[in-house]
């Protein structure tokens, strides 16, 4: 950080590049087709890992599905989809996960169009399976203040989990990017974070002092006993001086949300939905929050406004004479 002079600044070292689940020519599900589509989206589109992760594994699970019919991808129709998106369901996979596998079959089959591999393209005319509009769950703001107060200040981890938890709410992030920040991502001065999102796009959020003050504290007070005497690149780290997973922090925010008495199931996106959602009901614009959150689409955005909706006939309910 540019302002914590007075702490010995760990050097710099380029960060290791991610691993995603990538499919072997070993693997009996990995079809060379399989093989080259991840072999482009990594490349040429840039996905990030996770969304690489998962796009191999839809596909696998449906080649693999093929394989049982003693059917080839070549050979694919409309018949051998419909009955795998079928299939899914008597597994009993919820709509939004069908319509998930849905969305990686499109992207596979047009990029084997495009390549001149398919004449056809199987997923023509399926219609995608129809999503109920869920509201995102978030918290008030006095379970977040009672949630802010659950670590320890007198432990390194404790205050690691503060800063976390206090930038998590402050700038409502993805828990990979709050995971994957670095030292060097704060601009103390200026009070932003840069910040990497999907795809690797990178921008800068606004932080909040008490965020920062979290910060520095963890800083001066929490991560030299983390790191114990060990290089690392990242702000955040676990008891074995290594970067703190995603789900090493979600198990925290677990741990610490059953200790505050938050009956909603917490989850990072819980925190986030909070982000947002406070910044509506307290009148930041749409926009705004879009380029905060790192939505690439402000439609995405737009589910707020039914959260603002929603809180606002709850209050009209609970206070008006005649409601």
């Not at 009993?92 to 069908?98: C, E, M, N, T, Y």
Request: aromatic content about 8%; glycine content about 6%; some cysteine.
């Amino acid at each position: 950080m540019r302002d914590m002079e007075s702490s010995k600044q760990p050097p710099q070292v380029s960060e290791p590049v991610p691993s995603p689940t990538h499919p072997e020519p070993s693997d009996p599900a990995a079809a060379p087709e399989l093989v080259a589509f991840i072999d482009y989206i990594r490349v040429e589109k840039g996905l990030a890992a996770n969304s690489i992760a998962s796009y191999a594994r839809d596909l696998k699970e449906f080649n693999r599905f093929l394989q049982r019919r003693q059917q080839t991808i070549a050979k694919t129709d409309r018949e051998d989809i419909r009955d795998f998106l079928a299939s899914l369901y008597r597994r009993g996979l919820s709509a939004k996960s069908v319509a998930r596998h849905l969305v990686s079959l499109r992207g596979f089959f047009k990029f084997l169009m495009k390549e001149g591999r398919l004449k056809t393209d199987p997923t023509e005319e399926i219609d995608a399976p129809k999503i109920g509009q869920s509201l995102p769950k978030y918290l008030t703001a006095s379970e977040v203040d009672t949630l802010l107060q659950q670590p320890d200040p007198s432990t390194p981890a404790g205050l690691r989990d503060k800063a976390m938890l206090e930038l998590l709410y402050a700038t409502g992030m993805r828990v990979s990017e709050l995971t994957g920040l670095r030292w060097d991502d704060f601009e103390v001065n200026l009070g932003v974070v840069r910040c990497r999102g999907k795809g690797s796009k990178e921008r800068l959020i606004p932080v909040g002092k008490s965020a920062l003050r979290a910060v520095e504290d963890y800083v001066r007070r929490g991560r030299p006993g983390l790191a114990k005497q060990k290089e690392s690149p990242y702000l955040f780290l676990n008891q074995r001086a290594g970067r703190l997973s995603r789900v090493g922090f979600w198990k925290l925010l677990t741990r610490y949300g059953r200790t505050a008495g938050i009956s909603t199931p917490l989850t990072p996106h819980v925190v986030r939905h909070s982000f947002a959602t406070h910044l509506l009901e307290r009148g930041a614009d749409l926009r705004s929050i879009q380029l905060m959150l790192g939505h690439s689409d402000i439609s995405t955005t737009q589910i707020y406004t039914h959260v603002l909706k929603e809180r606002l006939k709850q209050v009209y309910r609970e206070h008006h004479p005649r409601a």
